[in-house]
């Protein structure tokens, strides 16, 4: 059971994304186009759709590779997005004119490069609360003043870890190379789905019937089928069918899995979020250095000031490792997965070297609102943190 910072103050209650316009975001960009160069940068909203399918429905109309649109953040299929996407050798007015189910072109520019994944500063957010309790207003914005001076625990949470909360499992399978795992954990479980034609389909693939199993999974369950396509030709070649997945997929699975571990030292650090001890690796909110802290003392006004903050781990083959007490707690959380740092030295682009991640990020524009009977809240976050770790912390 998830533990709050804010756990004083009582939660609002209530649901929220009942509608698409109850949950909008908006990229904040690291920097505007310039208006020459071969990647037309096209701003979209999109609405019930997550990131990847945008991309897959934008190559399709224009002919292009998926893997060469490329884009700063992503988003997944809840609510209604605003973001940027960059694609090769398209002019504007072509990109103007796209009708998309579920994309709707904003503007395009040209630009110079690819986006990258992390070219932006961050996302802004307005969130409906719909059928809060009584007194929702002065519980959000005492919440709010809790987490603006400590800080918004910097969780991933189980949005990340896809639609049957798996996808982590995947990417631990992955890195012990239990390949027929990976496949049975990606096809599913069926007492995790509510469709009939997707559990009975998870369920012949678990009695080995791979035949009727393709038969019964919906044509948009294109990894699934895939695979199971595979092991009907090769029923004992697991790790083959599983090379099948696109390797943009492989790495989702492989980051989900270094934010679960994430998320287990986070929660032992939730009592002292906001501060440094020795041994900790510091976090520079001004430009994300990393530095290792020997004297706590000394270090602690800068993160009173939030200016530096603990971190951490994104475990990976190369990444800066803690001292001390810190450095004893993670080493104990990857070793109780029967994992090393070269564990993740994968080959090719699948190799996940790591980094560090701060524990906790500040909250900014934040206020609350009620507006026809709902709270509305606006917010803002930097890149790579998610709104549900504030909403968590005012509905409870």
Excluded at 166 to 190: Q, Y
Excluded at 201 to 208: D, V
Excluded at 284 to 311: M, P, Q, W, Y
Aim: charge should be neutral; aromatic fraction near 6%; hydrophobic fraction near 40%.
């Amino acid at each position: 059971m998830q533990r709050y910072l804010t756990a004083e103050v009582p939660g609002t209650g209530g649901t929220i994304k009942g509608s698409p316009e109850d949950f909008l975001v908006e990229e904040i960009p690291a920097y505007q186009p310039s208006g020459q160069g071969e990647h037309c940068y096209a701003l979209i909203e999109k609405r019930g759709i997550a990131t990847l399918e945008a991309l897959r429905r934008l190559s399709k109309a224009l002919g292009v590779q998926e893997r060469d649109i490329g884009y700063a953040g992503m988003k997944d299929a809840v609510g209604v997005t605003r973001q940027t996407v960059s694609i090769p050798r398209v002019a504007p007015e072509t990109v103007l004119s796209l009708q998309i189910p579920g994309i709707t072109v904003l503007s395009a520019l040209l630009h110079g490069n690819k986006l990258r994944l992390g070219h932006l500063k961050g996302n802004r957010f307005r969130i409906r609360v719909r059928d809060a309790a009584p007194g929702a207003v002065a519980h959000a914005e005492a919440a709010i003043a809790i987490l603006e001076k400590r800080g918004v625990p910097n969780r991933f949470g189980s949005q990340r870890y896809g639609i049957q909360g798996n996808s982590h499992e995947i990417g631990a399978a992955m890195l012990r190379r239990d390949f027929k795992g990976a496949v049975d954990i990606l096809i599913g479980d069926p007492a995790a789905v509510t469709d009939e034609r997707w559990r009975l389909a998870i369920e012949a693939y678990r009695r080995g019937e791979l035949a009727e199993s393709l038969a019964l999974f919906p044509g948009h369950f294109r990894v699934e089928r895939e695979l199971i396509g595979r092991l009907v030709q090769r029923p004992d070649a697991s790790e083959k069918a599983f090379n099948s997945v696109q390797p943009r997929l492989k790495r989702l699975y492989l980051s989900a899995f270094q934010s679960s571990l994430f998320d287990q030292v986070l929660e032992q650090r939730l009592d002292r979020l906001e501060q440094i001890t020795e041994g900790d690796i510091a976090f520079k909110h001004e430009n994300g250095a990393c530095f290792l802290v020997k004297d706590a003392a000394a270090e602690a006004a800068r993160a009173e000031a939030f200016e530096i903050s603990a971190t951490g781990p994104m475990f990976g083959c190369t990444m800066m490792e803690p001292e001390a007490a810190q450095g004893e707690l993670e080493r104990g959380v990857l070793a109780a997965q029967g994992l090393t740092p070269e564990s993740f030295n994968l080959p090719g682009a699948l190799r996940m070297e790591g980094e560090r991640r701060a524990l906790r990020v500040p909250l900014t524009g934040a206020k609350a609102q009620g507006e026809a009977g709902d709270l509305v809240v606006d917010f803002s976050l930097p890149r790579g943190s998610y709104a549900t770790c504030v909403m968590s912390e005012i509905m409870k």
